[in-house]
C-alpha cells in the first residue's frame, strides 16, 4: 500500500492511503489541546473533501492524556468527524498502561450513532478490521 504524506508535525504525521482507503494517523508524546486540535481539525477538513470512511490511529508513542484534551475529542471532534462521513476507527494502543488508559477512556465515553471505534495491538489487526 502506498501512502502520501498530508501532514508532518512533531506530534502528528497523518498519510492517507488511497488504495484502501484509510486514513492513518500517528500521534507523538504528550499532545497538548492546541496541537490536537490542528491535527484533528485539518483531518475534519481532509475527510470532508475526500470522502474518508475508515481512520487508523496509531497511538504507540502517545503519553498520558490530558482530561481537557478528552473532552474536546469526546465532545467536538468524533461528533465532527461522524457528521462529515467517517464510519471506522481503529486505534492501534499503547503497551504503557497509563496512555492505553486514557484511549479506552476516550473510546468509552463517545455516544455516536454511524461512527464506530475499536482498539487494537498490531496494524494488522487495525487494517483487517478497517476493510472488512
Known sequence: MGKNLIFDKKF?????????????????????LNQAKEGSEFMT????ENGVK????DHLDL????????DYLTKEWFPAVEKVGL?????????NIY??????DINSRVQLGNLTIENFNTVKDCEDWLLK
Do not use: P
Open 99 to 104: 496512555a492505553r488508559s486514557s484511549v479506552d
Open 45 to 48: 477538513k481532509y475527510i470532508k
Open 12 to 32: 502528528c504525521k497523518i498519510e492517507m492511503d488511497n488504495s484502501s482507503g484509510i486514513l492513518y494517523t500517528k500521534w507523538s508524546g504528550f499532545i497538548q
Open 63 to 70: 503519553k498520558v492524556v490530558t482530561e481537557e484534551l478528552k
Open 54 to 57: 475508515l481512520h487508523l490511529s
Open 87 to 95: 464510519r471506522k476507527v481503529s486505534a492501534l494502543v499503547s503497551t
